[in-house]
T-cell receptor, first 117, second 111 residues
Framework: KAGVTQTPRYLIKTRGQQVTLSCSPI?????VSWYQQTPGQGLQFLFE???????NKGNFPGRFSGRQFSNSRSEMNVSTLELGDSALYLC????????????????FGPGTRLTVL | QKEVEQNSGPLSVPEGAIASLNCTYS??????FFWYRQYSGKSPELIMF????GDKEDGRFTAQLNKASQYVSLLIRDSQPSDSATYLC???????????FGSGTRLSIRP
């Protein structure tokens, strides 16, 4: 099976712009989670989608949003970019959505490295 | 605030020795535990997962879980230079279907 794919792999934007990142999960996986990784904060959970519904959301401002399509592909959008949004954005897919306390194994894509100038 | 504590390292281990990576977590309700390996500039790669107390072995890797002590560890036997990476401990969140990641331990295997 092909792994999780993310596009684009690299992106350079300026402050105030918006950006859309895309993630295609492993075939048959219906749950997609997004993470932000920075050297100072580590891996921070953004949100999780299953069956086109957002099931969980992390502590990020409303400028960060996402959606999932009927084919399980997911996009995340960041509006009004700030310098602090520069990070590696990772998408992970799992077969099942999991329950509180019990999480299905997540497989990560290669990430999109976003640089905000 | 649910916390996952890992020694940031670097942990330096000679080639061929056993590397021991430790993790403590604050969420008593966590039921799933994952170890990921992340090479510099790459995305995390799943190494092991464990759900039950005790040991779970997979090749050179052994995960150990003690829920009473809220402690999970990863042992790497016969360490190789290719094992040099950051290892992320990730227990599940008891109040939501998500994983909480530790900040990782940087492991360096010296020839």
């Amino acid at each position: 099976k092909a792994g999780v794919t993310q596009t684009p792999r690299y992106l350079i934007k300026t402050r105030g712009q918006q950006v859309t990142l895309s993630c295609s999960p492993i075939s048959g996986h219906r749950s997609v989670s997004w993470y932000q990784q920075t050297p100072g904060q580590g891996l921070q959970f953004l949100f999780e989608y299953f069956s086109e519904t957002q099931r969980n959301k992390g502590n990020f401002p409303g400028r960060f949003s996402g959606r999932q399509f009927s084919n399980s592909r997911s996009e995340m959008n960041v509006s009004t970019l700030e310098l602090g949004d520069s990070a590696l954005y990772l998408c992970a897919s799992s077969e099942l959505p999991g329950l509180a306390g019990v999480t299905d194994t997540q497989y990560f894509g290669p990430g999109t490295r976003l640089t905000v100038l | 605030q649910k916390e996952v504590e890992q020694n940031s390292g670097p942990l330096s281990v000679p080639e061929g020795a056993i590397a021991s990576l430790n993790c403590t977590y604050s969420d008593r309700g966590s039921q799933s535990f994952f170890w990921y390996r992340q090479y510099s500039g790459k995305s995390p790669e799943l190494i092991m997962f464990i759900y039950s107390n005790g040991d779970k072995e997979d090749g050179r890797f052994t995960a150990q879980l003690n829920k009473a002590s809220q402690y999970v560890s990863l042992l790497i036997r016969d360490s190789q230079p290719s094992d040099s990476a950051t290892y992320l401990c990730a227990p599940s969140d008891s109040s939501a279907s998500k994983i909480i990641f530790g900040s990782g331990t940087r492991l360096s295997i010296r020839p």
